[in-house]
């Protein structure tokens, strides 16, 4: 197969990338894709070791729209007061640095333990509408959609009848970002970006004009006010990048993790016959079907990866979803194996000084989530016949639907 063909990648086609990581890891394990204008590297050590020098290879870029923003949606975002910026993900040391440390004062394992009773009653909530509702039910819209957002908007005392305009701006911010739309395409998108940062903004004023709440952007004023180095903006910043990334990946965590089991309906059965195999089985669903499986950086010198050059300036594509599926690392590795002992290696959650803070938030619902539907639907099964597709962008692997049945 010819360069020109690019191995069969398809940058915005999530359906099935993985037959083209396998062969750009055989053919071409560093290749510069002249479509969207990245070196592709698809090899885990390649991937690894980009994730690992941030001095040769920023994060700066992480977060900057796939396709430039056009001028009718710059203009609403500055007339609306639009100035968001990444909560950590696109921030490079020393500010990174800063930053990270006093979040990661707050995001503390007590912050979310406290919430998994919650977690779990929501789950059962949730369980018992969707076999009420009779056949066939979704794992996506009936659980996986709701759950995260529930969690998260807790976690910063924001009520849950906002869910619906967090969906909607999660939407947008994931759109706008990732995906190739077209001026036009990207107007109500604008509109609902300067929503959101207005209402990020609204949360901080809240909570520093009511002291004393108990949540997380009340423990980061908490911390402000005892001289941490923080400013209300950042705290803004923060939690317009948490209220986002703490429940979209998380979805699509959930809705993934059935969606592998139930392809597999013996890895299903062992879940339900020995609960205790779940967190394995949370770290291999995440090494084969990672919610973000490509995330950018961006060469700040003359650089090298695999003896490619890349010049400075220069995009690159780390594809942690190939990365997950090298055979040097993981062996038989399309293979989807519940007991897998090395799955935790994955790289789905980044590697390095930007990995996923919220990591643990998410492998605890996920954990929960499966616990809860393995115990009260044993019977679980995907529907005979169902094409699941997957939206289509640069970096996120999500499904439309999971849809099950469970009488027998």
């Known amino acids: 197969m010819s360069a020109t063909t ?23 394990p560093v290749m510069f894709d002249e479509r969207i204008g990245y070196y592709v590297v698809s090899r885990y050590d390649d991937v690894k070791a980009t994730f690992e020098d941030w001095e040769s290879f920023s ?60 977690i779990r009653e929501n789950v059962d909530i949730m369980i018992d509408k969707m076999l ?23 976690l910063f005392g924001v009520p849950i009848s906002r869910i619906p305009e967090i969906k909607k701006w ?21 509109h609902n970006l300067v929503e959101y940062w207005n209402f990020c903004q609204e949360v901080v004023a809240s909570n520093k004009a009511n002291p004393g709440q108990d949540n997380l952007a009340a423990d980061l004023l908490k911390l402000q006010a005892e001289g941490n180095d923080i400013s209300d903006h950042e705290i803004a910043s923060l939690l317009y990048s948490m209220l986002f990334a703490g429940h979209e990946t998380t979805t699509t965590l959930i809705s993934n993790s059935l969606r592998m089991l139930l392809s597999n309906p013996e890895t299903y059965q062992a879940l339900v016959e020995d609960p205790e195999k779940i967190p394995g089985a949370i770290d291999e669903v995440l090494r084969m079907a990672g919610s973000i499986v490509a995330w950018r950086r961006k060469a700040t010198r003359d650089a090298e990866i695999a ?73 679980l099964r995907l529907m005979p016949g169902a094409d699941i597709n997957f939206i289509e962008n640069l970096s996120f692997r999500v499904p439309t639907s999971v849809p099950v049945e469970w009488t027998k």
């Open 307 to 379: 003896g490619v050059k890349i010049p400075e300036g220069s995009g690159v594509l780390l594809l942690m979803g190939s990365a997950n599926r090298d055979a040097s690392v993981f062996e038989n590795p399309d293979v989807f194996d519940i007991g897998r002992e090395n799955a935790r290696n994955h790289m789905s959650f980044g590697y390095g000084i930007h990995f996923c803070l919220g990591n643990l938030l998410a492998k605890l619902q996920g954990k929960v989530a499966l616990e809860e539907i393995t115990k009260k639907i044993p019977t």
């Open 132 to 154: 009420a509702a009779g056949e066939p039910g979704d794992i996506l819209s009936d659980i996986a959609n709701d759950l995260p957002t529930i969690t998260i908007l807790t």
């Open 170 to 190: 999660s939407a947008s911010r994931a759109l706008m970002t990732w995906a190739e739309l077209t001026d036009e395409e990207q107007i109500p998108h604008a």
């Open 6 to 28: 690019h191995h069969g990648y398809e940058p915005f086609n999530m359906k099935d990338p993985f037959p083209a990581y396998a062969e750009l890891r055989r053919e071409e």
């Open 59 to 118: 994060s700066e870029n992480a977060q900057a729209p796939v396709r430039p923003m056009g001028a009718p949606a710059k203009k609403i975002m500055e007339e609306g007061g639009f100035t968001a910026y990444s909560g950590l993900s696109a921030r490079v040391p020393p500010e990174h640095t800063r930053l990270r440390t006093v979040a990661s004062k707050a995001f503390t394992p007590r912050r979310y333990k406290v919430l998994e009773p919650a």
